[in-house]
């Protein structure tokens, strides 16, 4: 009876041995995927920043206009644009995003974008009316690739699919937290702090006008930083998820292999009493 | 001359971030040039070659397309979508580019959705030769 005990054992140690060399290496491939990504993060950070001030300059001016992307109009169907994983194994990452757009969405219908793999798969299983299915792959997703989807958003909205879109997506904060982001990209919410409304700037089309033209480029830009972040967040959830398995599968093989030993022991000392008890006898 | 700081940027990267004398970029409008001490201004680039001229008095030349320019308290941003400096420009591919943005043209009926986009494409791929020389 202890033999086989052993052999059990000895089986759950090989198993866990082997999932422990998969977690191993995932660890080391998100480890050295993390390097490259936070460079890409790093790089598209001033478009953002330096884009983000332009567009509220031009909003804050043609705030009393009837300008399709600025104004808000009464909200029948939502748009969200939800940038998840390509694959699981990452800790929270994926159902952390879902999560964050069920809480959201509340009673108002509305349609999904999705971005990673991940993403499609679920709201494709939840029956959601989706945009695209197109974009699978969130990692290497070009600047070109990004100004489609703009484009795909903008079209949409200025036909009167959805009237509010949406962006979900993770903030890469630092290697040990990741926090979901919901923002409004359309219409553009006008900035809490009133921008000083430069009136002397010489536009060389109405605001309104130039606004509508760079939307989809300023979208586009947003969009790419946005994935830029959550595929940043992603390797570095998976990294933490992996090391942690990591850890976990090895102090179950010191216990296992504790046990092991303890039935070997048992397993001999049973032996020699047998011995002693026939040669009583 | 006096020099202003200029920043340019893409989606993907910083390109320029320092003081400049002058700078030519084609708006939706034509070319316009920024030199120091300009007044506010803001519009929508159009596709077109760029000309930089730094502090020491060098000028780069660039391929640029989309996006805007804001120029606020004295300082200009040119808020590209695409901006490539003539040494970076690879010539073959975008000979190719034209090609074969002008086979899909003559493909296309006007009306077609994807028109605009190709007629954009085939002007990338000009401009970029142009810039490169």
């Given at each position: 009876m202890a033999g086989a005990s052993m052999k059990d054992i000895k089986l759950r140690i090989r198993s866990v041995e082997s999932t422990m060399q998969i977690t191993k290496?995932m660890q080391?491939?998100?480890?050295?995927?993390?390097?490259?990504?936070?460079?890409?993060?790093?790089?598209?950070?001033?478009?953002?920043?330096?884009?983000?001030?332009?567009?509220?300059?031009?909003?804050?001016?043609?705030?009393?206009?009837?300008?399709?992307?600025?104004?808000?109009?009464?909200?029948?169907?939502?748009?969200?644009?939800?940038?998840?994983?390509?694959?699981?194994?990452?800790?929270?990452?994926?159902?952390?995003?879902?999560?964050?757009?069920?809480?959201?969405?509340?009673?108002?219908?509305?349609?999904?974008?999705?971005?990673?793999?991940?993403?499609?798969?679920?709201?494709?299983?939840?029956?959601?009316?989706?945009?695209?299915?197109?974009?699978?792959?969130?990692?290497?997703?070009?600047?070109?690739?990004?100004?489609?989807?703009?484009?795909?958003?903008?079209?949409?909205?200025?036909?009167?699919?959805?009237?509010?879109?949406?962006?979900?997506?993770?903030?890469?904060?630092?290697?040990?937290?990741?926090?979901?982001?919901?923002?409004?990209?359309?219409?553009?919410?006008?900035?809490?702090?009133?921008?000083?409304?430069?009136?002397?700037?010489?536009?060389?089309?109405?605001?309104?006008?130039?606004?509508?033209?760079?939307?989809?480029?300023?979208?586009?830009?947003?969009?790419?930083?946005?994935?830029?972040?959550?595929?940043?967040?992603?390797?570095?959830?998976?990294?933490?998820a992996m090391d942690s398995a990591t850890k976990n599968a090895g102090a179950m093989i010191s216990d296992l292999t504790l046990r092991y030993n303890r039935a070997r022991q048992g397993a001999i000392t049973?032996?020699?009493?047998?011995?002693?008890?026939?040669?009583?006898? | 001359?006096?020099?202003?700081?200029?920043?340019?940027?893409?989606?993907?990267?910083?390109?320029?971030?320092?003081?400049?004398?002058?700078?030519?970029?084609?708006?939706?409008?034509?070319?316009?040039?920024?030199?120091?001490?300009?007044?506010?201004?803001?519009?929508?680039?159009?596709?077109?070659?760029?000309?930089?001229?730094?502090?020491?008095?060098?000028?780069?030349?660039?391929?640029?397309?989309?996006?805007?320019?804001?120029?606020?308290?004295?300082?200009?941003?040119?808020?590209?979508?695409?901006?490539?400096?003539?040494?970076?420009?690879?010539?073959?591919?975008?000979?190719?580019?034209?090609?074969?943005?002008?086979?899909?043209?003559?493909?296309?009926?006007?009306?077609?959705?994807?028109?605009?986009?190709?007629?954009?494409?085939?002007?990338?791929?000009?401009?970029?030769?142009?810039?490169?020389?």
């Open positions: 290496a080391l491939v998100a480890t050295s995927k993390l390097r490259r990504a936070k460079e890409r993060m790093e790089n598209s950070k001033p478009y953002a920043t330096v884009s983000r001030e332009a567009l509220m300059a031009a909003v804050a001016r043609c705030k009393d206009q009837n300008v399709p992307f600025v104004t808000p109009r009464p909200v029948k169907k939502r748009l969200y644009v939800v940038i998840a994983g390509e694959r699981g194994l990452a800790g929270g990452y994926n159902s952390n995003v879902f999560k964050a757009v069920a809480a959201h969405c509340g009673d108002t219908p509305f349609c999904v974008l999705p971005l990673g793999r991940k993403a499609i798969e679920k709201y494709h299983r939840m029956g959601v009316e989706l945009l695209s299915e197109d974009y699978s792959r969130v990692e290497n997703l070009s600047v070109s690739r990004c100004y489609r989807l703009a484009h795909l958003v903008t079209d949409g909205y200025l036909a009167g699919k959805f009237d509010e879109v949406w962006l979900v997506s993770t903030n890469f904060r630092s290697m040990m937290s990741q926090e979901i982001k919901t923002e409004q990209l359309l219409p553009v919410p006008s900035a809490e702090e009133e921008a000083p409304r430069n009136v002397d700037t010489v536009y060389e089309m109405e605001a309104a006008e130039a606004l509508e033209k760079v939307m989809p480029d300023f979208l586009a830009g947003r969009l790419y930083s946005a994935l830029c972040d959550s595929f940043v967040s992603e390797v570095a959830a998976r990294r933490m049973q032996e020699i009493t047998e011995i002693v008890a026939g040669a009583e006898e | 001359m006096a020099a202003y700081h200029l920043q340019i940027v893409t989606p993907d990267r910083m390109v320029f971030d320092g003081q400049a004398e002058r700078l030519i970029v084609r708006t939706v409008n034509g070319d316009v040039c920024i030199l120091a001490r300009h007044i506010d201004y803001a519009a929508p680039l159009g596709i077109g070659v760029a000309r930089v001229t730094d502090e020491k008095g060098d000028t780069r030349v660039a391929a640029c397309s989309g996006g805007m320019l804001s120029v606020s308290k004295g300082e200009a941003r040119l808020i590209a979508t695409t901006f490539e400096w003539a040494d970076e420009i690879d010539a073959e591919r975008a000979a190719h580019a034209q090609q074969a943005a002008e086979e899909k043209l003559r493909a296309m009926q006007k009306d077609d959705v994807d028109y605009a986009l190709a007629e954009a494409k085939l002007k990338r791929a000009l401009i970029r030769q142009l810039a490169k020389g």
